[in-house]
């Protein structure tokens, strides 16, 4: 591997630890014994720590990098939903059902991943279907991906899987559905045909509705006789209604409207009972949609309200009474406010649940952007939520959507994190809120939240000395310059109180960190750091030449603190090799992760040690099969903390890789 070779012109004098995070007290990283267990070793630290020469580094579980979809309960505690895992660089998935007996709190794997899974229904705790598909084309540019797709049946509750029925030709791929009855009637909407059995599935055959230029996209069902099927024409130029009431054996047509070619589509279709219900058009020429109602069976509609059918994308509709329905808003690639958007009129007007209704709705909201919304009752549901940048997230609410709980996975932070010691810490952000405050005393398997700063302030980072007292630094909302306030607790996050304002305005923090309860420093990007000496309130720039790298950075503010140490001398850095993050301890100690060419054709991280203060390091790859995406290098977050020579994290993108042993091994949280 191409390695080594430029000279960092700073000399880094180098305290207790540098990183954004706090010095680990004497007496834990002098015993360097107190062990966490993981991936099952009970191991202490002194007998394992420390990576030997050209060993690679092992990772045990799974990140978060996925797609939720496809919500099932049938009643307030047994559930399904499918989890896709994408392979890298690839439109190619991998589909694992999940199960739960406790309305969401805990899931598990059912079932094995070898399928791709674009849908899933139970008729009751052993019978379901779901809609598996195939590839037969990837897609390309100007080409449409084509698949294959089949009907499954288990009987088991997803453990096994038999294959009922397949197509015969390939088509383009769409957005499959379910509904079943009972155990014996269901419907499937697979590609352009909708497909009923009447006998659990021993037969399906492909509904007629009597119209040949009719393409279905979305169903529902009020029960096994009144059903509603939205479909467009070939062209895409006009959208319409058929209607059944007996069944699936006859339908009519009850609503039409043209558009213009090549953009008409709907976003869902939802019915309370046999009479009222609504669907939601899209017109991808125009961006607009537009909401109907009827309250007599869809015999006469009219037109509620109007939704944007593009930036943010309707995913779906959900009513849950004749006032109150919900709509999962998808922001793709944003910025546009998204989220979970509800009506309190029948349709009248939205707005984004969780938000003011001011202009800048992403300053008060903190789900931003949604896949999917199911409610059991008026008061009981769950929602898939969408981080564009972390991936999927379920959400549950037991307050007809006022409030909303992250579920899976478990809170963990995605912003910053600091330790005071191997078990207690705290970190910035979660899925499903961006500005919360959490806390862990487990060493990160499990965190608890303790405050959430949204409405007020966007966080940043985040500096603790002990378990009581530390530090955020945060952007106050509304402020039009960009500029940074100091925050400070006294009592572990729970209240805090505003030191500073008005800090850094138009510039970006890379690292933040106190040293004690009088000192502390900031680094900007671009070359400034900030000082204080009196516990926050004041701060004083400076420049800074040492440059923008993760080594040189976070050298520099470990040198703040004052006192000589081992790295004194120059140190050697990385040429070809891009540093991702660096923990720097005492006694010329340190690591720094990097991603770099092994000579083969995918990137390969790797873990570097040092113990001479970086005149000489030992690399140790990470396993193969991380993505470029695994570390958060785009946005250039990626914080890395060791409290002694055992503990470590690393904040990926997807989330907190923890070791107990000197970086030989880490498991994901």
């Known amino acids: 591997m191409k390695r080594w070779i430029g000279i960092l012109t700073a000399v880094f004098i180098l305290t207790a630890q540098g990183g954004c995070s706090p010095t680990p007290s004497s007496s834990e990283e002098s015993s360097g014994a107190d062990s966490l267990p993981a991936s099952g070793s009970s191991q202490s630290v002194s007998s394992q720590a420390g990576l030997k020469p050209g060993e690679e580094v092992q990772i045990a579980g799974e990140d978060n990098h996925f797609e939720l979809h496809s919500i099932d309960f049938l009643d307030g505690d047994a559930g399904w939903m499918i989890r896709d895992r994408y392979e890298s660089g690839s439109d190619s998935y991998r589909s694992q ?239 546009v406010d998204g989220g979970l958007s509800v009506t309190r009129d029948g349709g009248k007007s939205f707005q ?31 929602a898939v939520g969408m981080d564009p940048n972390r991936g999927d997230y379920l959400l549950k609410t037991e307050d007809g959507g006022d409030n909303w709980q992250q579920l899976y996975p478990a809170p963990a932070p995605t912003v910053d994190f600091s330790f005071v010691n191997s078990r207690t810490g705290y970190g910035l952000g979660e899925l499903s809120d961006p500005n919360a405050l959490l806390k862990t005393e487990d060493g990160g398997q499990s965190w608890l939240t303790v405050k959430s700063f949204t409405g007020e302030y966007f966080v940043e980072n985040l500096s603790f000395i002990s378990p009581e007292e530390g530090w955020v630094l945060a952007a106050p909302v509304g402020a039009s310059d960009g500029s940074l306030s100091v925050l400070h607790t006294l009592d572990g996050g729970v209240t805090w109180s505003r030191l500073c304002g008005g800090l850094a305005p138009n510039e970006t923090p890379d690292c933040f960190r106190f040293f004690d309860k009088k000192g502390g420093a900031m680094i900007v990007k671009g070359g400034r750091i900030y000082r204080t000496a009196d516990g926050g309130k004041t701060w004083n720039p400076s420049a800074y030449s040492g440059g923008d790298s993760v080594i040189s950075n976070q050298s520099a503010l470990s040198r703040l603190a004052g006192g000589k140490t081992d790295w004194e001398s120059p140190t050697i850095a990385l040429k070809d090799d891009g540093a991702v993050a660096a923990a720097l301890l005492s006694a010329g100690r340190g690591f720094l992760l990097a991603s770099g060419s092994s000579g083969e054709s995918e990137i390969r991280y790797e873990l570097l040690t040092t113990q001479d203060a970086g005149k000489t390091w030992d690399p140790h790859l990470l396993p193969k099969g991380l993505g470029e995406d695994t570390f958060d290098t785009a946005r250039d977050r990626c914080p890395m903390q060791f409290t002694d020579d055992g503990h470590g994290w690393i904040l990926a993108a997807h989330g907190l890789l923890a070791t107990v042993d000197g970086g030989r091994s880490w498991t994901w949280q």
């Open 97 to 335: 059902l999940l199960t739960t007996q406790d309305g969401g709190a805990t899931w598990t794997k059912t079932g094995d991943d070898s399928r791709q899974l674009d849908a899933v229904l139970f008729a009751d705790q052993n019978e379901g279907w779901a809609v598996s598909q195939e590839t037969s084309r990837a897609a390309a540019a100007n080409v449409s991906k084509l698949v294959r797709y089949s009907v499954l049946h288990t009987k088991d509750g997803g453990k096994s899987w038999t294959v009922q029925w397949k197509s015969s030709s390939d088509e383009s791929e769409s957005k499959p559905a379910l509904w079943a009855g009972d155990a014996q009637t269901a419907f499937a909407l697979t590609g352009s045909r909708l497909l009923r059995t009447k006998n659990g599935g021993t037969a399906w055959t492909a509904v007629s509705f009597g119209i040949k230029d009719f393409i279905p996209v979305q169903m529902c069902f009020a029960d096994g006789k009144n059903g509603w099927v939205v479909g467009v024409n070939r062209k895409k130029s006009s959208v319409s209604i058929r209607y059944t009431s007996n069944g699936g054996r006859s339908w009519r047509r009850q609503f039409q409207k043209k558009m213009d070619e090549g953009g008409a589509g709907c976003a869902g279709v939802d019915f309370l009972n046999a009479k009222e219900g609504w669907f939601l058009t899209s017109d991808l020429a125009t961006w607009n949609g537009e909401l109907y109602h009827t309250a007599d069976g869809g015999l006469h509609w009219s037109k509620a309200g109007g939704v944007k059918s593009v930036r943010p994308t309707p995913q779906g509709l959900c009513f849950v009474d004749s006032q109150t329905g919900w709509i999962p808003l998808n922001v793709g690639a944003g910025p």
């Open 352 to 382: 984004v649940a969780g938000a003011s209704n001011s202009e800048n709705v992403e300053e008060t909201q903190k789900i931003t952007s949604a896949r999917e919304i199911v409610f059991q009752t008026a008061q009981l549901g769950w």
